[in-house]
């Protein structure tokens, strides 16, 4: 018998970015039938940010009547305190492996807040992932194909594929230099690899997704537009994933892809080593 889906609010916490938090929370959630609505909280490194979250999930609790689900990592033991106290389903992504760990290793954890060691550990790797960001915001969406040469990755694919999302993931978790460059109407005509990028096709991925799911997110943006049209939306990946294959171009379906996914599996793809911690 199919179980009926269940709403959760969902919330991920953290005295540091919270990405460790929703990455774990992602990947667990990912394995049950739920609709969620989520929100990320990160730097919650203060009693009176950790009422106000608190807060946010009580009024969650209210309005749905279904408990919350909190996935947080939080070292600070009086912000943690405060949390804990909220009226929810909390998992500590932390100590699911600290503890296990303390008991095999035999030795005291001495927590420290999350985004100190990741900028502390080393200046150069953080002036790094800035650079990073830098050049993959300029070379977003086509804005510029100048220095190339200085890419590690370049994202070909229509217009709302993940492009963007994934280019700014890879420079800001990995420090990786994206350049990702969008195929638009007019480029279907005598769609072809852009000069600029011939040279360095050996860096060069392509992304693309189902018809389906193209035409439901271009919808949401451009209601009953052409753009978002099924048709307009079958053809741009038709001739897409045809110039792919004509020049032996590695691409991906996002459709049914995180982020994280998505980023990881071109690490796989290009062989680039992650920069970051």
Do not use: W
């Amino acid at each position: 018998m199919q179980r009926k889906t269940q709403f959760r609010d969902v919330f991920y916490v953290s005295d540091g970015t919270a990405i460790t938090s929703e990455t774990l929370g992602h990947a667990v959630l990912g394995q049950f039938p739920l609709e969620t609505k989520q929100m990320t909280l990160p730097f919650v490194e203060t009693i009176e940010r950790a009422e106000h979250v608190k807060n946010l999930i009580k009024q969650a609790h209210e309005a749905s009547d279904s408990q919350p689900i909190v996935f947080y990592s939080v070292v600070i033991p009086e912000v943690k305190a405060v949390l804990e106290q909220s009226s929810a389903l909390l998992y500590d992504v932390l100590n699911v492996l600290v503890e296990p760990l303390r008991q095999d290793l035999n030795l005291e954890p001495a927590p420290k807040l999350q985004r100190s060691h990741s900028i502390n550990k080393d200046a150069a790797s953080y002036m790094d992932r800035i650079a990073a960001i830098e050049y993959t915001l300029a070379h977003d969406d086509g804005i510029s194909l100048n220095n190339l040469d200085q890419a590690d990755i370049i994202l070909l694919g229509v217009s709302r594929c993940g492009k963007t999302p994934t280019s700014l993931y890879l420079a800001m978790q990995f420090g990786i230099r994206a350049v990702n460059y969008p195929f638009i109407a007019e480029d279907m005509k005598r769609l072809k690899l852009p000069q600029a990028i011939e040279p360095y096709r050996y860096k060069t991925f392509g992304l693309t997704i189902d018809p389906e799911r193209l035409h439901t997110i271009r919808h949401e943006r451009m209601a009953d537009s052409e753009y978002a049209s099924q048709l307009q939306c079958e053809t741009e990946l038709g001739k897409v994933e045809s110039m792919f294959r004509r020049e032996a171009i590695p691409y991906l379906n996002t459709s049914s892809l995180s982020v994280e996914e998505i980023s990881t599996r071109l690490l796989e793809l290009s062989g680039l080593k992650r920069r970051m911690c």
